[in-house]
């Protein structure tokens, strides 16, 4: 069975870091196409936050505070998160696909992990 499980959240003062982790089971991720987060505030849509698929992507609001990263050999994504905001603050989901598609599209990714919560307080 397929998991992504999220880890690393937490409540942090604006300004501040975090790095978010997503650790893949039951098929290694290395044969994903690609892989990414996602995040959503209450009230809003999800949005793209960043993907890796060879070279990687950031939604604008992030470019230059985080940055994705991926361990194959332990099957973990990574999102570090620097220079928080309080506007940063969600539900950060990792995403993952078999097949290579639009990285800023949360309708091309298969399979979602349960989310970690963010929270950036001013």
């Known amino acids: 069975q397929v998991q992504l499980v999220e880890s690393g959240g937490g409540l942090v003062q604006a300004g501040g870091s975090l790095r978010l982790s997503c650790a893949a089971s039951?098929?290694?991720?290395?044969?994903?196409?690609?892989v990414g987060w996602f995040r959503q505030a209450p009230g809003k849509e999800r949005e793209f936050v960043a993907a890796?698929?060879?070279?990687?992507d950031y939604g604008d609001s992030v470019k230059g505070r985080f940055t994705i990263s991926r361990d194959n050999a332990k099957n973990t994504v990574y999102l570090q998160m620097n220079s928080l905001k309080p506007e940063d603050t969600a539900v950060y989901s990792c995403?993952?696909?078999?097949?290579?598609?639009?990285?800023?599209?949360?309708?091309?990714?298969?399979?979602w992990g349960q989310g970690t919560q963010v929270t950036v307080s001013s």
């Open positions: 995403a993952a696909s078999g097949v290579a598609g639009d990285l800023g599209n949360k309708l091309a990714y298969d399979y």
């Open positions: 039951g098929r290694t991720l290395s044969s994903y196409a690609m």
């Open positions: 890796i698929r060879g070279y990687a």
